[in-house]
Protein backbone atom coordinates (compact mmCIF):
# COMPACT_ATOMS: atom_id res chain seq x y z
CA UNK A 1 0.00 0.00 0.00
CA UNK A 2 1.45 3.04 -0.86
CA UNK A 3 -0.01 6.38 0.01
CA UNK A 4 0.66 10.04 -1.42
CA UNK A 5 -0.01 13.17 0.61
CA UNK A 6 -1.53 14.62 -2.30
CA UNK A 7 -4.47 11.85 -2.33
CA UNK A 8 -5.44 11.75 1.08
CA UNK A 9 -7.81 14.77 0.70
CA UNK A 10 -10.68 13.87 -1.52
CA UNK A 11 -12.23 17.45 -1.55
CA UNK A 12 -9.22 18.92 -3.49
CA UNK A 13 -10.26 20.13 -7.24
CA UNK A 14 -7.97 18.68 -9.75
CA UNK A 15 -7.32 22.96 -10.83
CA UNK A 16 -6.32 23.44 -7.20
CA UNK A 17 -2.78 24.36 -6.94
CA UNK A 18 -1.38 22.25 -3.98
CA UNK A 19 0.29 24.44 -1.30
CA UNK A 20 3.74 25.33 -1.35
CA UNK A 21 6.35 24.02 1.60
CA UNK A 22 9.99 23.85 1.83
CA UNK A 23 11.44 20.65 2.18
CA UNK A 24 12.22 21.48 5.85
CA UNK A 25 9.05 22.26 6.22
CA UNK A 26 7.40 19.60 4.78
CA UNK A 27 9.51 17.27 6.54
CA UNK A 28 8.57 18.23 9.38
CA UNK A 29 4.78 17.39 8.77
CA UNK A 30 2.54 14.57 9.47
CA UNK A 31 1.59 12.31 6.89
CA UNK A 32 -1.98 10.61 7.24
CA UNK A 33 -0.52 7.10 6.12
CA UNK A 34 -3.74 4.46 7.00
CA UNK A 35 -5.59 3.33 9.72
CA UNK A 36 -5.09 1.08 11.87
CA UNK A 37 -6.99 -1.94 10.73
CA UNK A 38 -5.76 -1.53 7.53
CA UNK A 39 -1.92 -2.57 9.26
CA UNK A 40 -1.73 -6.52 9.32
CA UNK A 41 0.43 -7.00 12.45
CA UNK A 42 3.87 -8.35 11.00
CA UNK A 43 3.44 -7.06 7.63
CA UNK A 44 4.50 -3.55 6.43
CA UNK A 45 3.69 -1.54 3.86
CA UNK A 46 4.99 1.48 1.48
CA UNK A 47 4.45 4.97 2.62
CA UNK A 48 5.38 7.87 0.42
CA UNK A 49 5.92 11.42 2.46
CA UNK A 50 5.44 15.06 0.68
CA UNK A 51 9.00 15.42 -0.97
CA UNK A 52 9.28 11.79 -2.04
CA UNK A 53 10.41 10.09 1.05
CA UNK A 54 9.83 6.37 1.69
CA UNK A 55 9.02 4.94 4.42
CA UNK A 56 8.31 1.26 5.85
CA UNK A 57 5.28 1.35 7.98
CA UNK A 58 4.99 -1.84 10.26
CA UNK A 59 2.23 -2.39 13.09
CA UNK A 60 3.11 -5.19 15.61
CA UNK A 61 0.93 -8.03 17.85
CA UNK A 62 1.27 -5.76 20.77
CA UNK A 63 0.13 -2.50 18.68
CA UNK A 64 2.63 -0.93 18.41
CA UNK A 65 3.53 1.35 15.54
CA UNK A 66 7.25 1.64 13.50
CA UNK A 67 8.71 3.76 11.27
CA UNK A 68 11.79 3.03 9.10
CA UNK A 69 12.82 4.26 5.72
CA UNK A 70 11.86 1.68 2.75
CA UNK A 71 15.09 1.99 0.48
CA UNK A 72 17.23 -1.13 1.49
CA UNK A 73 21.22 0.54 2.02
CA UNK A 74 22.76 -2.65 0.45
CA UNK A 75 19.89 -3.36 -2.73
CA UNK A 76 19.39 -0.45 -3.24
CA UNK A 77 15.79 -1.23 -4.13
CA UNK A 78 12.56 0.18 -2.08
CA UNK A 79 11.58 -3.25 -0.65
CA UNK A 80 11.93 -2.95 3.51
CA UNK A 81 8.24 -3.20 3.76
CA UNK A 82 7.96 -6.47 2.62
CA UNK A 83 10.69 -7.63 5.13
CA UNK A 84 10.15 -10.49 7.43
CA UNK A 85 9.46 -8.65 11.06
CA UNK A 86 10.79 -10.66 14.04
CA UNK A 87 12.90 -9.67 16.98
CA UNK A 88 16.64 -10.41 17.69
CA UNK A 89 17.14 -10.62 21.97
CA UNK A 90 13.64 -8.85 22.14
CA UNK A 91 14.01 -5.83 19.97
CA UNK A 92 11.43 -5.53 17.16
CA UNK A 93 13.33 -6.14 13.92
CA UNK A 94 12.54 -6.46 9.72
CA UNK A 95 15.08 -8.93 7.59
CA UNK A 96 15.84 -7.49 4.40
CA UNK A 97 13.99 -9.23 1.45
CA UNK A 98 16.95 -8.97 -0.35
CA UNK A 99 20.28 -10.16 1.47
CA UNK A 100 18.49 -10.58 4.68
CA UNK A 101 20.62 -8.37 6.63
CA UNK A 102 18.53 -7.30 9.92
CA UNK A 103 17.11 -3.60 11.19
CA UNK A 104 15.80 -2.85 14.65
CA UNK A 105 12.70 -0.80 14.12
CA UNK A 106 13.66 0.99 17.11
CA UNK A 107 15.86 3.38 15.43
CA UNK A 108 16.62 1.93 11.70
CA UNK A 109 19.87 0.76 12.54
CA UNK A 110 21.81 -2.60 11.32
CA UNK A 111 22.18 -5.07 13.44
CA UNK A 112 24.46 -7.01 11.33
CA UNK A 113 26.54 -3.89 10.10
CA UNK A 114 26.90 -1.31 12.81
CA UNK A 115 27.55 1.99 10.32
CA UNK A 116 24.43 1.04 8.49
CA UNK A 117 20.88 2.55 9.16
CA UNK A 118 17.54 2.41 7.55
CA UNK A 119 16.55 5.87 9.47
CA UNK A 120 13.25 5.83 11.58
CA UNK A 121 10.35 8.24 11.57
CA UNK A 122 8.04 9.51 14.35
CA UNK A 123 4.33 7.96 14.17
CA UNK A 124 1.49 8.94 16.10
CA UNK A 125 -2.51 7.64 16.01
CA UNK A 126 -5.44 9.81 16.48
CA UNK A 127 -8.62 8.91 15.89
CA UNK A 128 -7.61 5.62 14.53
CA UNK A 129 -5.29 7.01 12.14
CA UNK A 130 -1.64 6.46 12.15
CA UNK A 131 0.27 9.56 10.88
CA UNK A 132 4.09 9.66 9.88
CA UNK A 133 6.39 12.17 10.24
CA UNK A 134 8.50 13.11 7.68
CA UNK A 135 12.14 13.93 9.17
CA UNK A 136 14.01 10.70 9.69
CA UNK A 137 15.27 10.04 13.43
Known amino acids: MTVIESRTSTTRNRNQQLP ?8 RSWTAACTV ?4 PGRG ?9 Q ?6 PDARVFAVGNIDPF ?9 LVGDRSGEPTVASPLLKQVFSLLDGR ?25 AST
Open 20 to 27: TTSGTESA
Open 37 to 40: DALV
Open 45 to 53: VAVLLSGGT
Open 75 to 83: GRAAVMSRG
Open 55 to 60: VALFAL
Open 110 to 134: CLDVSDISLGSFETKISGGVIFVRG
